[in-house]
């Protein structure tokens, strides 16, 4: 059974940084393509980035690109957060799916993390 374990959200003032960690176990084959959602009190579930298995492709939604980088080593992602902005405030959560294909629906991701807390004053 694929495991997932994110950390590494905070309490940070706009413009800090932050770095997300997703620690992955278990078969390897549920874990091709992985990527990073946060979810916002009241609102739903939203893709922030993707990456392949081999870390050579990734996707990232439109409000956080050139903020945010996605990467992974292996079993390990991370998600690099510059430039924080109080609207990134949400729970972070790391997913992976066995489809070596990136998807930003989150319905297509059968393994998740416990989710970290990112909160950002203005």
């Known amino acids: 059974q694929v495991q997932l374990v994110d950390s590494g959200g905070g309490l940070v003032q706009a413009g800090a940084s932050l770095r997300l960690s997703c620690a992955a176990s278990?078969?390897?084959?549920?874990?091709?393509?992985m990527g990073w959602f946060r979810q916002a009190p009241g609102k739903e579930r939203e893709f922030v980035a993707a990456?392949?298995?081999?870390?050579?492709t990734t996707y990232a939604t439109e409000s956080v690109k050139g903020r945010f980088t996605i990467s992974r080593d292996n079993a390990r992602m991370y998600l690099q957060m510059n430039n924080l902005k109080p609207e990134d405030t949400a729970v972070y959560y790391c997913?992976?799916?066995?489809?070596?294909?990136?998807?930003?629906?989150?319905?297509?991701?059968?393994?998740w993390g416990q989710g970290t807390q990112v909160t950002v004053s203005s």
């Open positions: 990456v392949g298995w081999s870390g050579a």
């Open positions: 278990g078969p390897s084959f549920g874990l091709n393509a």
């Open positions: 997913a992976a799916r066995a489809s070596l294909v990136l998807n930003t629906s989150p319905s297509s991701y059968a393994y």
